[in-house]
């Protein structure tokens, strides 16, 4: 396991769009794992692979509750229901924070790290937390969806 070097805006990986994972391979496993610890370490409560430079449709999550850590491959939303607003901030945008308006409630279908495919409810911080990640696999930025202006703090 190692910590990767995360990626900040103005770095023209983050807006492209990222490919299916088709290898569940030792390779991915080690991507996984490195990215789990990247986010502690950043005290993050998600990072998307594009974050760190990989071009594959995958997120981890941890929200720091008994259910953690997710980790989310080739995800597809299956149901979004509602609105809600939470102040989102970014490891890529570091020190800059803004409300984005997100689904109250999700229902996500992804691949677990076997891929294995599941499906999760998901509401309030946790569907916040995926809207975001899977932005990233797409190229977009939560400023991109910020509701009046970024804020430090
Ligand atoms: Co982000």
């Known amino acids: 396991m190692a910590l990767r070097q995360i990626l900040h805006d103005g770095d023209p990986t983050l807006r492209k769009k990222s490919r299916p994972v088709t290898k569940f391979d030792d390779r991915l496993q080690m991507l996984i794992d490195d990215m789990l610890d990247t986010m502690y370490a950043s005290d993050g409560v998600g990072l998307a692979a594009p974050q760190v430079g990989v071009l594959r449709r995958l997120f981890v999550i941890d929200l720091q509750d008994e259910k953690g850590p997710y980790v989310m491959i080739n995800p597809r939303f299956i149901k979004q229901e509602g609105t809600q607003i939470y102040s989102e901030g970014c490891l890529s945008v570091p020190g ?16 677990d790290r076997n891929g294995e495919t599941y499906t999760l409810d998901a509401e309030e911080l946790l569907a916040v937390c995926i809207c975001h990640e899977y932005d990233h696999l797409d190229g977009i930025l939560f400023k991109d969806k910020v509701k009046g202006e970024l804020h430090s703090q």
Request: net charge negative.
């Open 96 to 111: 800059l924070f803004g409300d984005v308006e997100r689904p109250e409630r999700l229902t996500i279908e992804a691949q």
